[in-house]
């Protein structure tokens, strides 16, 4: 891969109405007409996320809302803290009773590089020693890869929609919320885990995705989840392909998201 970086954007607010032809302002339209907003939490661990923080300096500080909005992201997903939680950029969707209907969450390292804040981490728990260490190996070697190409190694996780009447617009809102956010770092490569039984790997191969794998070679094949019974596939998503697969406008997109959204950081 290319070490190609994105060209720097300012941090202040623009104003970016929503009439703007951007699919993003669209799905914004419509999730206001549906009662519905976007929050952006950031992460609580100031000092290795320094740099990705300060890209956002209009968010709002406030330990107690953020961690209410935690609290908020938890119920919803149904479970407890994890290593990865210190980590996470999340985006939530919230109706108008502050309830979290649908959140997506991502780990940007445009600093240190932190394995143990990799939710993936987490799903390799039950499986084989052996496959695991061809994992850790794996993940290593994106880490390493973004350091070497001045990229941003990334991870995303926590996709999640409640049912109900809006929930295909919360998600792909949510999804172009995230990209949006990404539009920050410098070319991100993101790891994600996908259900192999279900669409979304398929459509994120055609979209800039490739199997994730050793020495950019061998695929690392798919594993069980045991807690879930899920069938996962860890893939390795190019940002900038992505983009220019899914018609997405980062400069435009990333002014829509900060105009748009409520930044709550706990630092």
Known sequence: ?????????????????????????????????????????????????????????????????????????????????????????????????????????????????????LHVRSLLESTGPVFREHCDLALEDVGAAGARLDRTPAEISGWAVSPGEHAALVAVTLARALAALFAAFADPIAVVAVDNRRGEGARLLRRGAGHLGLAGRFALPPFVHHASGAWLRLLLLDARTYFARSGIEPDVDLALLREHADFVGAV
């Open 1 to 117: 891969m290319t070490a190609v970086l994105m060209a720097p954007i300012s941090p202040s607010r623009v104003s970016t109405p929503l009439d703007s032809p951007s699919r993003f302002a669209t799905c914004l339209r419509r999730l206001a007409a549906a009662g519905l907003r976007l929050v952006v939490t950031t992460p609580p661990d100031a000092r290795t996320f320094a740099r990705g923080l300060a890209q956002f300096p209009e968010r709002r500080v406030d330990p107690a809302l953020h961690a209410s909005w935690e609290t908020a992201y938890r119920l919803f997903s149904g479970r407890g803290r994890m290593a990865a939680d210190r980590g996470s950029w999340r985006v939530l969707a919230v109706d108008a009773d502050e309830r979290v209907v649908g959140a997506i969450t991502a780990r940007l390292f445009c600093g240190e590089f932190v394995p143990d804040y």
